[in-house]
C-alpha cells in the first residue's frame, strides 16, 4: 500500500504532463501536471475521449497516441494544437497484452511553444539577414570574419566561402587599412559602436564608398567577444551629390547675375517713385471726398450708399470695430443686418478668423441650445456622435446671433452666463470649456419692450445693449436707391446673362418714391424680376410697386388675397412667432399646424 502511495505520488511529481488511456482513447486519469494544463478536474475528465477534451469529434489525423494505436510501436510527434494554441511534443507508449493486443496507452505531452516560436524567430532573422540589401558580416574580436551575407559578398565581388575565416586586413589595402579601417574600428573599439562613412576594396581593387554602423557583440557578463557591422554602398549617392553640387553653384551664378539685374532695376524703380510722388500727392489732397465714397463702397463690401444715415452708421463701424465690446445691431427685417455685422468683423482684429452666424429662428429650441454650446454622444436622442457648439467653434473669433429677440427664455441664462463669465458645458457634459468670443447680436424687435412684456431676460438686455447700432430703414435713404439699382443690375447681368445700359427716369423716381417696407431685400428682388422681364437693354419694372403705403382704395381685392395679407399682418405683428404665447396661430384663432399649412399653400415665407 506504501508503495502504491509511493508511485502515486512520483507519478503527480512528474512535471511533464503524463496521461493513461485504455485501448480505445478513453482517459483513465493524468498526473497533476496534465489537470493544470488542461484546467479541468478528475470528474470532468472521467469518460471522455482525449480528443474531446479539445473539442474534437474524432481522433486527431496526426497525433503520436493515433499512430500508437495503429502501428502498436512508441511514437513521436510534434504538433500544433490549434484549439488550445500550443505546440506539443507527444510521445506515445503502448502496454500489450500476451496476445499483443493493447491493453493502455502512456501519452507523454510537452508544452514545446516556447520554442517552436524560438526557431520561428531565428528562422526569420536568417530569412532577414540573408535578403538585406545591405552587407552584414561577424567578425571575432581578432578581425576574423565568422559570417557573411550574400548581400556583402556580392558587394565586394567575392563569394561567402572566400570571405570566411580569413582576417579583415586582407581586403583592403595597406594605405586604405591604415588611413580608413584601422581608425574606424578603434572608435567601436572604444565607445563600442561607430557609423560613417568608410571606403571599401572590391575584389578587383576597385575602392568604392560606404556607409558603415559597426557594434560590439558582448556576452552575457558584458565582455566583448566580437563586431556586426552593417555596411550601404554609396556610390550613386556621392554621384547625386556632385551632380547636385554643381546644380547648386549655377543656380548661386544665375542669382548673383538676376540679383545684379533687380539692383539696376530697382534704382530705375525708386527714381520714378519719386518723379511720380508730387502727383501722387496732389491727386491725394485733389480727390479725399472722392477716397471717402470708395472706402464707403469697398471697405465695408457690399454696403452700398452715400446718404447721410448710412455714413453715420459706418462712422459708428468705424468708431467701435477695433475694439472686443459686445454690439447690437437694430433694424426692420431686410435692411442688411447681417451684412453690417460682417463689416464689424472684418474691420476687427478677429478677421483672420472666419464670422460664425447662428440663426436663433431657424432651429427648435433644443436643438438651436446644442447649435449653440455642443452636445455629447448620448445627450439627447439622435446625439449620435460628439458635435462642437458655435461657442467653441467661434473661439477666438466673432458670433454673429441673429434674431437674438427670438431665443427662447430658457436659453436666455445659459448665454448670458458665457457673455459674462466666458465659460459653458455641451450639452451631456460636466466639463467646463472657457471661449473667448466677441458677440454681435441682431434684432428687428424692440428689445425694451420685450423685457417690459416679460419675454425678454433684463440682464441679458444690458448685458448686450453696450453699445448698439440702428439700421436706418430704406425709406430714410432713398437717396442711396440709385446706387443700390446700378448695383443689383450689375450683379443680376451676370446671373441671368442681359446686359442693360438704360434706366429710366420714370422708373427711379418710381423707385424712390415707395416706401418700401421690405427694405433692401424687396428691393432686390424687385429688380431680379425687372432683369428677367426686359428684353431690350432697358430696365423695365412690370408690375411698379404703388408708391401709397396703402394702395389704391378703390381696388377691390380676392378673398384669398385678403386671407394672405392677414396671415401676413398678423405674422409681422408677432415678428413671425408663429405658436406658442403672443404667437400668430393664438392671435388669429387657429392651430399652428393650420397656419404652417396656410402659408405652404400661399408662399409665405420669413423675409
Not at 548581400?151 to 582576417?167: I, N, T
Not at 441664462?413 to 470649456?433: A, D, N, Q
Not at 433684463?458 to 440702428?470: A, C, M, P
Request: charged share 30%; glycine share 6%.
Amino acid at each position: 500500500m506504501e508503495t502504491l502511495k509511493l508511485l502515486e505520488s512520483l507519478f503527480d511529481a512528474i512535471p511533464d504532463v503524463i496521461g493513461i488511456q485504455d485501448r480505445h482513447h478513453g482517459i483513465i486519469r493524468y498526473n497533476a501536471a496534465g489537470y493544470k494544463f488542461l484546467n479541468m478536474t478528475h470528474k470532468e475528465i472521467e469518460g471522455k475521449k482525449c480528443y474531446e477534451l479539445i473539442g474534437r469529434s474524432t481522433p486527431c489525423d496526426i497525433c503520436a497516441t493515433t499512430e500508437c494505436y495503429k502501428t502498436k510501436k512508441h511514437t513521436r510527434v510534434e504538433k500544433y494544437v490549434e484549439e488550445m494554441d500550443v505546440w506539443l511534443d507527444v510521445r506515445a507508449y503502448p502496454i500489450l497484452d500476451e496476445n499483443d493486443k493493447i491493453v493502455k496507452v502512456i501519452e507523454h505531452l510537452r508544452d514545446i511553444t516556447e520554442r517552436k516560436q524560438m526557431e520561428m524567430r531565428l528562422l526569420m532573422l536568417e530569412r532577414a539577414v540573408e535578403q538585406s540589401i545591405d552587407g552584414i558580416a561577424v567578425a571575432d574580436m581578432d578581425g576574423f570574419n565568422k559570417f557573411v551575407n550574400p548581400a556583402w559578398a556580392q558587394m565586394h565581388g567575392y563569394s561567402v566561402e572566400e570571405l570566411l575565416d580569413k582576417h579583415l586586413s586582407r581586403f583592403h589595402p595597406e594605405e586604405q587599412l591604415r588611413e580608413k579601417v584601422t581608425p574606424f574600428l578603434d572608435r567601436v573599439m572604444k565607445a563600442g559602436s561607430h557609423q560613417g562613412e568608410s571606403e571599401h576594396t572590391r575584389k578587383d581593387g576597385t575602392i568604392f564608398p560606404t556607409w558603415m554602423m559597426v557594434n560590439q557583440i558582448k556576452d552575457e557578463l558584458g565582455n566583448p567577444v566580437g563586431m556586426v557591422g552593417t555596411a550601404r554602398d554609396i556610390t550613386e549617392h556621392k554621384r547625386a551629390e556632385k551632380e547636385l553640387q554643381k546644380y547648386r553653384d549655377h543656380l548661386e551664378e544665375l542669382v548673383k547675375e538676376r540679383t545684379s539685374k533687380l539692383i539696376m532695376a530697382n534704382k530705375q524703380l525708386k527714381q520714378a517713385l519719386s518723379k511720380i510722388q508730387d502727383l501722387k500727392d496732389r491727386l491725394e489732397a485733389e480727390n479725399i471726398n472722392l477716397r471717402e465714397e470708395i472706402k464707403l463702397e469697398h471697405n465695408f463690401e457690399e454696403i452700398i450708399g452715400q446718404s447721410d444715415p448710412l455714413k453715420y452708421v459706418l462712422y459708428r463701424i468705424e468708431e467701435v470695430a477695433p475694439t472686443d465690446s459686445t454690439i447690437l445691431i437694430l433694424g426692420q427685417t431686410g435692411t442688411g443686418k447681417e451684412l453690417f455685422a460682417r463689416a464689424i468683423h472684418n474691420n476687427s482684429s478677429r478677421k483672420s478668423r472666419p464670422l460664425v452666424k447662428v440663426d436663433c429662428t431657424a432651429l427648435p429650441t433644443n436643438l438651436i441650445e446644442s447649435e449653440l454650446f455642443g452636445h455629447e454622444r448620448g445627450a439627447f436622442s439622435g446625439a449620435v456622435q460628439q458635435r462642437k457648439g458655435r461657442f467653441e467653434i467661434a473661439n477666438g473669433s466673432t458670433l454673429f446671433l441673429d434674431e437674438i429677440g427670438e431665443l427662447a427664455m430658457e436659453l436666455q441664462g445659459k448665454l448670458l452666463r458665457v457673455l459674462e463669465c466666458g465659460e459653458f458645458e455641451r450639452l451631456g457634459s460636466s466639463k467646463t470649456i472657457y471661449t473667448d468670443v466677441r458677440i454681435i447680436a441682431a434684432t428687428n424687435r424692440n428689445l425694451k419692450e420685450e423685457v417690459e412684456k416679460g419675454r425678454f431676460r433684463e440682464d441679458l438686455w444690458y448685458r448686450l445693449n453696450v453699445y448698439s447700432i440702428k439700421i436706418p430703414p430704406l425709406k430714410d435713404r432713398s437717396e442711396d436707391i440709385p446706387l443700390l439699382v446700378e448695383w443689383f443690375v450689375a450683379k443680376f447681368a451676370r446671373r441671368v446673362g442681359k446686359t442693360i445700359k438704360t434706366i429710366p427716369q420714370k422708373t427711379m423716381k418710381a423707385l424712390q418714391d415707395y416706401h418700401w417696407p421690405g427694405n433692401i431685400r424687396e428691393l432686390s428682388n424687385v429688380i431680379e424680376s425687372a432683369m428677367i422681364s426686359s428684353h431690350d437693354m432697358t430696365l423695365r419694372i412690370s408690375d411698379m410697386p404703388e408708391t401709397s403705403k396703402h394702395g389704391s382704395k378703390d381696388r377691390i381685392v380676392s378673398m384669398t388675397e385678403m386671407e394672405k395679407d392677414h396671415i401676413m399682418q398678423a405674422l409681422e405683428t408677432c415678428y413671425w412667432r408663429i405658436e406658442g404665447k403672443n404667437g400668430a396661430a393664438e392671435l388669429l384663432g387657429l392651430n399652428p399646424g393650420t397656419l404652417r399649412g396656410r402659408m405652404r399653400k400661399y408662399d409665405i415665407k420669413r423675409p
